[in-house]
């Protein structure tokens, strides 16, 4: 609105951004850039978001997740009871939250920011010691166990700050690739040297699959390269550790729609391949698409499970802000 009425006084303003719902809404014209050049310029009335993605990205982008019917194998993560505490305030971030993941399934974690999501993935990847409660993965109990321990059983964790969290910022690319598997023996020798030969080549594999790009290849700074491409060498190192949890937060905030529409898939072929994927996300488009399961999480307490394709976003929405709730142990 601020914008707009800027725009009727007569101002002129240049909006840079990839987010195609706020082209539509503010803009008069349009201009594409791709990979550093100009590609063209449309007048938004005869602009269609297609339009703008296939200009953004160079190729037709589709909106809908494609994935077959969600067939649950076994249970991959159970969770009894976990309560984490907060920093900032007496009450406790997360309270009493049990839930299950399965093999061949998505589930996600929906809920307004700061309802206690970052504090349970904390809890959860071993960020954060649990107050109590128990963390079971692949039958194994992994409450205690260190952060190494976890990622080494079979966790895989995509981190809601790529950062702080994701990447050393001022290593190579090549380098945060190989952050939590340096130690193996394909990467250090007996004598505790890194196998840079080894090292490069695995990162150039990696570079290639994932369509990682970057100024320098393997030995680009992190720092330097773009927030899709940083997120794309997270996923990258995270999904070919070959997890049995693939832990997904936010895995496509900030980026482009060829880039969501990249990752999207990536989880969708974690899933098909029967591990188990927990997505936690803000983006209501986001899960409603791509989960198979929704538990809403409202001030550290799941208050709802749902299928995305009997529930409403409208719906969804009153359980996320604590207009509605379900007694546990209810399904939709």
Do not use: W
């Amino acid at each position: 609105e601020i914008m707009k009425s800027l725009a009727a006084e007569g101002k002129s303003i240049l909006f840079i951004t990839h987010k195609l719902a706020e082209i539509m809404q503010v803009a008069d014209r349009c201009s594409g850039l791709r990979k550093g050049k100009y590609i063209g310029t449309v007048d938004i009335k005869d602009a269609t978001p297609e339009k703008l993605s296939t200009m953004m990205v160079g190729r037709d982008v589709n909106f809908i997740v494609e994935k077959k019917p969600c067939e649950p194998g076994e249970v991959v993560l159970d969770i009894k009871d976990m309560t984490v505490a907060s920093k900032h305030h007496k009450n406790n971030a997360v309270n009493n939250v049990s839930l299950q993941v399965r093999r061949g399934e998505i589930v996600c974690i929906a809920g307004i920011d700061g309802n206690g999501q970052t504090e349970f993935v904390y809890g959860l990847s071993g960020l954060e010691p649990l107050k109590s409660g128990t963390i079971t993965m692949n039958g194994q109990d992994i409450t205690h166990t260190s952060i190494r321990k976890r990622l080494t059983s079979g966790m895989s964790h995509i981190p809601e700050d790529r950062h702080k969290h994701g990447l050393v910022l001022d290593y190579s690319l090549e380098d945060n690739i190989v952050l939590q598997r340096y130690f193996e023996p394909q990467f250090t020798n007996k004598a505790g040297f890194l196998k840079r030969k080894a090292i490069r080549e695995y990162a150039n594999r990696l570079i290639e699959q994932y369509d990682v790009r970057s100024g320098q290849g393997a030995i680009t700074k992190a720092r330097s390269m773009s927030g899709g491409n940083q997120q794309k060498a997270i996923i990258a190192r995270e999904i070919d550790k070959n997890p049995e949890l693939l832990i997904a937060v936010q895995p496509t905030r900030g980026l482009d729609v060829g880039a969501i529409e990249y990752i999207h898939k990536q989880l969708v072929a974690q899933r098909d391949a029967g591990k188990g994927v927990l997505l936690v996300s803000l983006e209501l488009d986001e899960v409603m698409n791509v989960s198979d399961r929704i538990l809403v999480m409202f001030e550290g307490q799941i208050v709802g499970e749902f299928d995305p394709k009997k529930v409403t976003v409208e719906e969804l929405g009153l359980y996320m802000a604590g207009s509605k709730r379900k007694e546990s142990g209810t399904h939709e």
